[in-house]
């Protein structure tokens, strides 16, 4: 039985011919993100912050000393996008408290009931369901944000769209030969106002730093990588993030380093070692796991 939103796909397909990978994209993670928390063992993925406490401590390490830079304001805001289940703001908190004065509005962009009910146990904060316009000096932090927004593919000059045959989603277009470009354009907006209006910002994801021209879109369920066209709105949809494409964007002058070196130089290690959790950091600074795949920009 075809679940209500392969229907809907399907309907906007024959009224258009084809959907674009945006708009599929969008459609899925709408459902996915609103329908469970994907979050976890029990989940389909795992974030830094769910590994360790360490990651959410390093990044608020980075935040009081851009709170220092601004002149070290009595009022001003951390904004988290896409806060997951408010465990890296938790732990940013809980870590920051020994500084006199650091003692922000907590503000965060979430769409999802599920998730905005685990966030509300742990946080005491205000919720958005778009980037707000604050009115204080603002902290922006987006951990595994960007790479969920909805992106154009072209090959050539062609759109890759999704499209309806024999009784199922396909490609109009593959792309194991072709050179894929792949657009967020709402990502670039995004990344253009925060730029603009923030006092400074963290983004960290996994995606590359030179354009790699290749197509990145994947789906992930149960831990394990699903076919992106299967089950619609069951499967977490994901790119690479194009940082290049984000600084170019960017209001304000833009630093990458790999999710390793921002760690080790926020002392990571040396944190791990009074935790005795040296195991559960290797995980977020291991070449082979998140260390090098993720980055880290900072404006």
Not at 49 to 71: H, L, R, V
Not at 247 to 252: D, L, M, P, S, Y
Not at 277 to 295: A, H, T, V, W, Y
Request: hydrophobic share 40%; net charge negative; aromatic share 8%.
């Amino acid at each position: 039985m075809q679940s209500a939103l392969f229907k809907q796909i399907v309907d906007e397909i024959k009224q258009s011919g084809g959907i674009g990978v945006d708009r599929y994209i969008e459609l899925c993670n709408t459902h996915y993100y609103s329908t469970r928390d994907p979050l976890g063992v029990k989940g389909d993925f795992t974030t830094a912050p769910e590994i360790s406490q360490i990651f959410g401590e390093m990044i608020g390490i980075w935040a009081i000393t851009q709170w220092e830079k601004i002149g070290s304001p009595e009022k001003f805001a951390l904004l988290e996008l896409g806060p997951g289940r408010g465990t890296l703001m938790a732990d940013l908190l809980r870590a920051t408290k020994v500084v006199p004065g650091f003692k922000p509005e907590i503000h965060l962009v979430e769409l999802s009931p599920t998730l905005i009910a685990i966030q509300k146990a742990k946080l005491s904060a205000t919720w958005h369901r778009e980037v707000p316009t604050l009115d204080i000096p603002t902290i922006i932090i987006a951990n595994e944000f960007f790479d969920a927004l909805p992106v154009k593919q072209f090959i050539g000059k062609l759109e890759r769209k999704v499209v309806y045959e024999n009784g199922q989603l396909a490609f109009n277009i593959a792309t194991e030969d072709g050179i894929t470009n792949e657009i967020c354009e709402s990502g670039l907006q995004i990344m253009r106002r925060l730029t603009a209006q923030a006092a400074a910002g963290i983004i960290i994801d996994y995606g590359y730093t030179t354009n790699s021209r290749k197509n990145t879109l994947q789906a992930v369920k149960n831990h394990k990588y699903h076919n992106v066209l299967e089950n619609p709105g069951e499967a977490d949809l994901t790119t690479l993030v194009n940082f290049p494409a984000l600084v170019e964007q960017a209001a304000k002058p833009c630093k990458i380093t790999t999710q390793r070196e921002f760690l080790l130089a926020h002392g990571a290690d040396v944190r791990a070692k009074v935790l005795n959790k040296e195991q559960d950091l290797e995980r977020l600074i291991s070449p082979e796991q998140m260390g090098e795949l993720f980055k880290v920009l900072c404006f």
